[in-house]
């Protein structure tokens, strides 16, 4: 399955979108980006979805940046699943 869309976690809780724009960008142009905060506190939650302009740069950012480290936390770097056809009945 290919796809554009990556999911990102493990990330620091303290990390911003520009940092997270600015290490992922290297790999292609990114057309969305959504972090995910808890509902209750708003603090981000540690990871995140970024959907790539193209399948190239989203397998690119998944093979370089999957087990690499950032601001001391290993990231898990893997493309994204759609939960959401799971739960049809």
Do not use: C, H, P, W
């Not at 999911?7 to 979108?17: A, Q, T």
């Not at 600015?22 to 980006?33: H, K, N, P, R, T």
């Not at 708003?42 to 399948?55: C, D, P, Q, S, V």
């Amino acid at each position: 399955m290919s796809s554009k869309k990556i999911y990102v976690g493990n990330m620091k809780f303290s990390l911003k979108e520009e940092n997270i724009r600015q290490i992922f960008s290297v790999y292609g142009a990114i057309q969305d980006l959504k972090m995910v905060y808890d509902r209750e506190t708003g603090n981000f939650r540690g990871f995140a979805f970024i959907t790539y302009a193209n399948e190239e740069a989203a397998k690119e950012a998944v093979e370089q940046m999957n087990g690499q480290e950032v601001d001391g936390r290993n990231l898990k770097v893997t493309f994204a699943e759609d939960k959401r056809k799971e739960r049809q009945f």
